[in-house]
């Protein structure tokens, strides 16, 4: 068993929007880049598994947002691995302020898979990693599976050489930053807080064709992502709260 973690960062101009508050999809990219960071350090990252032809790829994530932080406002992000299953591993994040309160929570769940196959690896072959899980709970609950939608809008997207990730297909972010752009500017403008559900279904790749579309129930948007093929691979939900 070992502890949390905390790091810390400072949010940067690139980072933020026209609020000149961190975007949505930079806290996600925060800690995503702190999970790299944190498996690296403790010996079980990429850095170590490439070397093996294997790799993380994110499966799922829950997402609470209660404010996004200013330029240069200094965060904390604590992270630990909770949960290491035969498929999949859990890890969990908590970002607070200064003044140590929370301003972002998650919930993500990784899967191993074999470069050369992209079949997901039975992590029981790798259950040394398992020394690494944190007895503390999930700050939220886990990330649950997004239904299909009636599209209300589309745009079509062509797969492009900088959607393209480490893993030579489409990288996580670029899925959100597609699913972000189809949403009113008023909403991105005024942001409240969020529970947001993530399920990657399906790798994309360089050429692929794909279609962005949302449905609108209340408060909650939820968007989906097929390819040429019809096949979804990529779900979002988004619940703004009051």
């Known amino acids: 068993m070992t502890t949390k973690t905390t790091y810390t960062k400072t949010v940067q101009p690139t980072d933020v929007d026209f609020s000149l508050r961190a975007s949505i999809v930079s806290m996600i990219n925060y800690v995503l880049e702190t999970a790299g960071v944190d498996a690296d350090i403790k010996g079980f990252g990429v850095k170590k598994i490439n070397v093996e032809n294997h790799s993380w790829v994110l499966s799922r994530m829950a997402l609470d947002l209660y404010r996004l932080p200013n330029k240069y406002e200094k965060i904390h992000i604590t992270t630990w691995v909770s ?15 200064e003044n140590n309160l929370r301003i972002f929570a998650a919930v993500t769940q990784w899967a191993m898979i074999d470069l050369s196959t992209r079949q997901p690896i039975d992590l029981r072959s790798v259950d040394e990693y ?7 709970p999930s700050p939220i609950d ?9 599209p209300e809008q ?3 997207h062509k797969v492009v050489y900088s959607d393209i990730d ?3 297909h489409v990288n996580a972010l670029r899925y959100l930053i597609l699913m972000f752009d ?6 991105m403008s005024s942001i409240k807080p969020a529970h947001i559900e993530v399920n990657f279904l399906h790798e994309s790749q360089y050429g692929d064709t794909l279609t962005v579309s949302y449905e609108q129930r209340d408060s909650t948007w939820i968007f989906e992502i097929k390819n040429q093929h019809n096949i979804a ?10």
């Not at 398992?130 to 503390?136: A, E, H, R, S, Y």
């Open 142 to 150: 886990g990330p649950r599976k997004v239904l299909p939608i009636n």
């Open 83 to 97: 949960d290491y299953g035969r498929m999949m591993t859990t890890r969990n994040f908590i970002v607070t302020d």
């Open 154 to 156: 589309t745009v079509i």
């Open 130 to 136: 398992g020394q690494f899980l944190c007895n503390d």
């Open 182 to 187: 189809l949403l009113p500017i008023e909403i």
């Open 233 to 242: 691979v990529c779900r979002v939900s988004i619940k703004w709260e009051d």
């Open 166 to 168: 480490f893993n030579k």
